[in-house]
């Protein structure tokens, strides 16, 4: 349904218009570019004047912060953090002056970095006169975002298809308990994985063939495989694991120090120390980013996913397009449910999802249904899951179930497009009927 | 562009006609066409509870066992298997309806499935898809509690404030969506996914503070609600209480709203073909918003149940899977009142004999949610019904409901 709201927009434009009778429609898209343009930058100095208050201002003199670096000799990086504060402050309000006068090319480049400059000041603030693990903190972001951003790019393939996914966490859950249960059963995290991966296809197929052969509403057709995934994954743990118990033995991945790189101060041991599903997050951004947008396979995929009828007409399978699209969604999302516990903790519990999936899909949403957009978005939510264990020690006065609604309450910004709209592919959710 | 079809109502005039009409469609009497519109859900029920028997079965260490020798003695597997089905459908009836204890369980258990049933049937009928059922819940029962312990009020007052309280906080956050939707474009569904997070940890937040817990007590589980702001359980000593006849009211109330008021045809109307309603001159934005209202303030309104009638206190986990239940219910009850009455009695059924059915065969309750979800399946997918029991299909097969991401 088109609910394009016409938007009445009781605020005159400011801009003086030169020709004020006769708008055509690029004056207006230019119109509500510069108009979103200048939002953007009121809300960096907005965030600005914040950081430089709160952060700099609010913070006692004379206090420093310092960071734990591991792997360059166990260094800390000390700041002084009133001073972190308010440089923070003043360059984003001078990127937002910046955003304001003449505006960014590359608005998310600039975002990013603002949002990452802040968040260096907030933890400059919260361990003021105190010592705090910076990579122990950045390597826990990475491991809380992995499962995430892997269920995002789930999402972004079935959606870029054509075909909602809320079944995300469905998917994780039943994969996580497959490949918990094969690897134990096989004695090898690898035949655990493969079972895992495998255990994700055949979910997302089931919402395929219900969504694609039978017509069933996707939304319903996922709230089903969610549902199922819960009661058949809880049902089989609690019957099977008490009687067969080496059926939840907790088979791991080992870490895997990549030779060199781990060398790197910094860096090396966050990006280079970790587990088989980091280094293949790593690899499948850029793969699907590019597989998506610069390939033949992509282009049908996205031309399934905004005009199932033009795709058609030109000779395109669309119902084989979506089938496998979503069926190498689910695969994805097997691997971020494989996560959880061949890369994570080995055995499986009752729900150990816990809403996993469900951030995944706020990530996605809020990366735009695009793979590098995902993983931004991921990282943030890490960021935010594994700052709620930190802040405790920290004694900081943020409640940590602030922490955990970030992730949904910055979506549900994002959705209202109220910080830069997020489009879903125009036939999402419509089931295609072949004339 | 229609996203939204919902033919799931029988056509709203009886038409009463002679029936010398040359038997066409009209002639159909009204016992075969209530035949013919249970048909699916009931056949949808059965083949879940077969697939059910099958993985009863299948994880059942003697009946492997059995399985495991079957060429040694076939009769013997079969036998173990039909005595374990047997068992655990047999614990599940019993536990569902076999007393008077078992009876006020189901009836206490299938309440806030009717609430919220008739929430996400409400909103189906306006063409929106509620899947913030637990959030609206959570909100309602919050609300509710904090009136109860909080204020001292005579009996009858405290109960009536509790549960406008409840209905308000559910249509608040249902509203949320509703004015994200109207004003935004945003879509319900992800709205609705996010402010069941959001409630859920806003409850966790609201649990550490002093206003809800008792003085000294660090658990997460409110100061119990006191009796003036409690629902008036009937038999004495068991679960069901007041709450079930206020859902029986609601049934009606929304039945009435559906089918007689000018409101509710607008809100069809809504659901049929947004654009239509808009040309015809409904305010389709205030519609939606107070549409996401009522079917927030009937979830909230499950959330009083829960807190007044059944566990007596607020804690994290009050609104269980009920929201998503709810989806079933509405789906197995096609959306209409009576239906959504007789679906959520059904379902809570299956959970109150769930119970009785682990404690007594070492099936874990979860069957429970796999029957469901198998419910949802069939009953959405009528075809693949038709397609296993070789049924000719009456009219053209129609999605049950259909929706897109916002746009």
Known sequence: MQTQVPSPDPTPDPTPEAGPSHLDSAALVLGAHQRKARIVGIAYIVVGVLCLWWFGLGSESGLDSSFGLAGAGDTTLTVPARTTGITVGVVVIFLGGLQLARGFRRRG????????????????????????????????????ATPLALGAMAGVLCERAGIVNIAIEGMMLFAAFGGAVAGSVAGSPWAGLVFGLACGAVLAYAHAGLSIRFQVDQIISGTVINIFALGITSYLATRLFPVYENLNKGVTFQQWEIPILSEIPLIGPVLFENNIFVYALFVLVPFVTWALFRTKWGLRVRAVGEHPRAADTVGIDVYKVRYRSVALGGVMAGLAGSYLTLGSVGSFEQNMTAGRG??????????????????????????????QTKLAILETPIPSQFLLMAPYVVTLFVVAGFVGR???????????VKD | MTDVVDRTEPAPEPAPEEPAGTGDADAVPAWRRLLISVRVPVLA??????????LIIFTNPDCLYAWARFFNDPMRALSRSWDAVYDAYRALFLGAVGSKHAISETLALSTPLIFCGLSVAFAFKGGLFNIGGNGQLIAGATLATWLAITFDLPAPIHVVVCLIGAFVGGAIWGGIAGVLRATTGAHEVITTIMLNFIALRFLDYLLTLEAFLPEGQANPVSEPLPDSARLTRFPEGERLNLGFILALVAVVVVWWILRRSTWGF??????INADAARYAGMRTGLLIVVTMG?????????????VMGISTSLTAGVAGNIGFDAIAVALLGRSNPIGVLFAALLFGGLQAGSVPM??????????????????????????????????KATGPDTPTFTSNWGK
């Not at chain 1, 995944?360 to 943030?380: D, S």
């Not at chain 1, 489009?423 to 089931?431: I, K, L, M, T």
């Not at chain 2, 029920?45 to 099958?54: K, Q, R, V, Y």
């Open chain 2, 294 to 306: 009522v079917a927030g303030g009937l979830a909230g309104l499950a959330g009083a149940g829960m």
């Open chain 1, 109 to 144: 480049a600039i975002t990013t970095i603002v949002v990452v400059l802040v968040a260096f000041a907030f933890l400059a603030w919260a361990t003021r006169g105190a010592d705090f693990s910076l990579s122990g903190m950045l390597q826990t972001t990475l491991q809380r």
């Open chain 1, 358 to 387: 469900f951030i995944a899909l706020a990530a996605m949403i809020f990366g735009r249904w695009n793979p590098v957009g995902a993983l931004g978005a991921a990282l943030l939510f890490g960021f935010a899951e594994s700052l």
């Open chain 2, 266 to 271: 607008q809100v069809q109307a809504l659901g």
């Open chain 2, 358 to 391: 682990q404690a007594n065969t070492s099936t874990p309750v979860d069957i429970v949610t796999v029957i469901q979800a198998l419910i949802i399946v069939f009953v959405a997918a009528p075809m693949l019904v038709r397609a296993i029991y070789r049924i």
């Open chain 2, 45 to 54: 029920l059965l083949t879940a509870l077969a697939i059910g028997a099958i």
């Open chain 1, 422 to 432: 997020s489009r879903a592919p125009a036939a999402d959710g419509q089931p295609y």
